[in-house]
Nanobody, 125 residues
Framework: QVQLVESGGGLVQAGGSLRLSCAASGRTFSSYAMGWFRQAPGKEREFLAAIRRYVYDKHYADSVKGRFTISRDNAKNTVYLQMNNLKPEDTAVYFC??????????????????WGQGTQVTVSS
């Protein structure tokens, strides 16, 4: 069992930055691929980025490539999402997730077994 807790959301102006954190419980954190998703009101949950377990492969959605960076610190059981040049359309609830996936499989939310409760990100224009 893995429990995930996101933090770092908030209100930011367009062009600003935020760093989200996702702290995981359990001793097997390093064995999981970790992903970040977001969900805006009335929209589907959208894949943003993923980082695999032992091999530090990273994958990004086109909508955030070049602006968002995913990283992980296995010693701290934490995965991060650095978000730069934020836009009003980035406003959403952001979720982290843990699962077993590889390659484009990590884009699929069904590949993830554990989810955090989400953190709100609001970008004002």
């Amino acid at each position: 069992q893995v429990q995930l807790v996101e933090s770092g959301g908030g209100l930011v102006q367009a062009g600003g930055s935020l760093r989200l954190s996702c702290a995981a419980s359990g001793r097997t954190f390093s064995s999981y691929a970790m992903g970040w998703f977001r969900q805006a009101p009335g929209k589907e949950r959208e894949f943003l980025a993923a980082i695999r377990r032992y091999v530090y492969d990273k994958h990004y959605a086109d909508s955030v490539k070049g602006r968002f960076t995913i990283s992980r610190d296995n010693a701290k059981n934490t995965v991060y999402l650095q978000m730069n040049n934020l836009k009003p359309e980035d406003t959403a609830v952001y979720f982290c997730a843990a699962g077993d996936c590889s390659g484009y499989g990590c884009y699929d939310r069904d590949a993830y077994d554990y989810w955090g409760q989400g953190t709100q990100v609001t970008v004002s224009s």
